[in-house]
């Protein structure tokens, strides 16, 4: 029978395991290595191009199910061309009527410096949730302008809101609620 034996030293036990320690570190992939601007930036989207990563916003982020007509009844069948136009269907509740904008030729009148700053403190009527909006990274904030204008203007401007007290002339959505059983 052969055996092999290892004679294990003090020193093996310490530069053994540092050895390896040594090692694992320096095999470290480079995409777990924050860059310390991205450490400290606040969370944002990375693609291809900012572009993209303003479509995908527009997707994700729900913009096209109130700011492009039909979006939701249609299960998102609406060709890109038709995206983000606004709707002349509004939103009535305790505030009022109002309509979702066309962002398409709202992009045209700022420029991507007033657009950011727009998203980031804007505070108006209900149902936009601008608590969300106002929380937007400026890099995502950019790129969701960026997109808009790649799509070029199309459209025409939505109605303006209607105060609550008057009766609105388009078709709106009620968003009232309602109490079981009544």
Known sequence: MLEHVIHWTPA????????LCVLLAGCRPETQQPVADEAESPPHLVAASSVEAGRYLAIVAGCND?????????????PESDWLTGSPVGFRGPWGTTYPKNLRLTVQRMSEDE?????????ALPPMPWMNINQLSESDARALYQYL??????????????????????????????????
């Open 12 to 19: 093996r036990f310490v530069v053994g395991p540092l050895l």
């Open 66 to 78: 109130c700011h492009t007509d039909g979006y939701l009844a249609t299960g998102g069948n609406v």
């Open 115 to 123: 657009w950011v700053t727009t998203l980031r403190e804007r505070k």
């Open 149 to 182: 204008r790649s799509l070029g203007p199309a459209g025409e401007a939505m109605p303006q809101p209607v105060p609550p007290d008057q009766e609105p002339s388009t078709p709106f959505i009620l968003l009232v609620p309602v109490e079981p059983g009544n």
